[in-house]
């Protein structure tokens, strides 16, 4: 990993200007990496940086999160600009688009100090319009150097242990660069074109991620209300044509798999708000593209039922003890 130190900074080296080096060799501007956006996902892909040995400044809405990476050796910023002004290459992990629009824009966002040569890779997963438009406004700011969009799959225990896969968009040159940021984070890295494409990968695969959920949960529900043991049932999907990641990976049901969220009442993984929200984007994207998205449009219902029955933050998996329960929460009004 330390090679891949030396490739970043070498890399970084050429095409920053020479007064924009300002901290010394070891925490130099050149080799300081900006985290924004430290919720479940994000500070586990910034820890794993830190034990990368990358230096690294953090930003989040939260003081919590920024102060365990402090701990572990990060520097905390007050505000994006302040990361832009101190690292050549920014990652920011956020919610939605308008936070990345929000992060970018304004007088504080990361364009507002950001100098050219400046790396920005957003892991988001976000509206690929939106994704192509920030890219170039950044590529205003940064004239030589494009912006990634690199939204990740592999969930939390993906984040944990740097096994994510990023779907890139953007150019070859800048992928280039980034590399050694996310081997740091993750086992697979595949380029899927121009700008946008990132996004585009991801929200097909959310798409797919989010239906095979429900249909995991509702068979396995279907199986225990019939009276077959969980896991011998878990066991024969993942031998057999319902295999899938929703199963084998990431069982729905408690008890079936140690830590996933499902062993822990759904706290601490991909919340419901969330995959409604990456579903919200694949409609749309349909919507616009005259796709017809059958399944995709009773999931976003579903999910957003969920939601209205206060699973909201809890882990998209918990489909399964909501189809269990029969929704017996009382709705939040609107």
């Known amino acids: 990993m330390l090679r891949s130190i030396k490739r970043l900074i070498a890399i970084t080296d050429s095409s920053c200007s020479n007064g924009a080096r300002r901290y010394s060799a070891a925490a130099s501007r050149a080799s300081s990496v900006g985290f924004i956006g430290l919720g479940n996902m994000g500070f586990h892909m910034a820890s794993n940086l830190l034990k990368a040995g990358f ?20 520097r905390a910023a007050r505000s994006p600009a302040e990361i832009a002004a101190a690292a050549a290459s920014v990652i920011t992990m956020l919610p939605s688009s308008p936070h990345v629009e929000s992060v970018y824009g304004g007088a504080s966002g990361l364009l507002s ?14 509206d690929p319009t939106v994704a192509r438009r920030v890219a170039s406004e950044v590529s ?63 929200v097909c695969n959310n798409l797919v991620l989010g239906i095979s959920m ?22 024969i999907f993942n031998t057999s044509s319902a295999r899938c990641w929703s199963s084998d990976t990431y069982n729905p049901v408690p008890g079936v798999m140690p830590n996933v969220p499902a062993s822990r009442d759904y706290e601490g993984g991909f919340g419901v708000d969330l995959m409604a929200k990456d579903l919200g984007l694949a409609v749309a994207a349909a919507n616009s593209a005259k796709a017809p998205l059958p399944l995709g449009g009773v999931a976003l219902q579903l999910y957003n039922l969920m939601s209205r029955h206060n699973y909201g933050k809890k882990d998209f998996a918990s489909v399964y003890k909501f189809l269990n329960d029969g929704a017996t929460t009382t709705p939040t009004p609107k």
Do not use: W, Y
């Open 55 to 74: 230096p690294l400044i953090v930003h989040d809405v939260s003081e919590a999160p920024m102060q365990k990476l402090v701990e572990q050796g990060a």
């Open 113 to 126: 100090t950001a100098s050219k040569g400046t790396l920005f890779i957003d892991t988001s997963t976000i």
């Open 140 to 202: 205003r700011v940064t004239l030589d150097t494009g912006m990634l969009d690199a939204p990740v799959s592999g969930g939390v225990n993906g984040a944990a242990g740097a096994t994510l896969t990023f779907m890139v968009g953007g150019d070859a040159s800048s992928l280039a660069r980034g590399r050694p940021l996310l081997e740091a984070m993750g086992k697979k890295i595949v380029h899927c074109g121009a700008s946008g494409s990132g996004q585009v990968a991801k």
């Open 214 to 235: 429900i249909g995991v949960s509702e068979a396995m529900n279907l199986g225990v209300q019939l009276g077959i043991d969980p896991k011998m049932l878990a066991e």
